[in-house]
């Protein structure tokens, strides 16, 4: 039997559907280039696979970002994957502090690209198509390398606007002993450690601008 929907949106109020675009979750990259000024990023959720035969990537930029015209220009990017301890990273990248990127950790790719030091991945790219998104462009590219070849860590993950990590049930820990022997958990965290799923939220966005994402 078809039933309708209960209610919907006015689509046309950015807030109300940023509002909605922020229930989807997502992990979180960093995309970064080097111009004549030195690296040039901004951390981007707008990151999906693509094709895996030839390997090629999305991103989408949005077309006021001061990125987008050196990376245009240069033709080249990485792409870092954020593990859950990187969510200052994503803050700080996510800003527009002209020296954002002297605050975080880099390396670089054979290729001389810059990528978080221990992102949980990283991809080389090469712009290969620009196609008009609305206030955005999407940046099709081909991956040139990607690494590393192994890694244990969790996640960043964004969603409804904020920073989380992956809840991990604890079944076979007692409470007490979680608690004591993690520090920092608040007691809601410990609370749902008793339902055998543990869950922190990595917190509120600092530095992070209201209406500038999602
Ligand atoms: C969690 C998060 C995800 C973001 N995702 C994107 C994205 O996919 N595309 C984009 O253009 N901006 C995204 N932004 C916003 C940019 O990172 C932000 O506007 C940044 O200041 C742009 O820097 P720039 O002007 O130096 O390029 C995101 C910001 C945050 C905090």
Redesign the pocket.
Known sequence: MDIAVDSEIDHHDPVALRELLGRFCSG??V?ATEGPAGV????????SALSLDPPMVL????R?????P?LLERGDFAVSVLGSDAAEV??T????D?D?FSRVPLAWTGRGMPVIAGSLAWFDCSVTRVVDGGD?VVILADVNGAGPQDSSGDPLL?FRGR?EQMARPMPTVPTAVTHAATPGIASAAAAAAVDGAYREPVGA?A???PG???
């Open positions: 979180i990259t995309v040039a990023g901004f951390a981007c959720q707008s990151f991103i989408s930029v949005m006021r970002s001061r990125t987008l050196v994503s803050a990248v996510g800003g527009r002209p954002k955005h964004f920073y966005l530095g992070y601008v500038d994402w999602f």
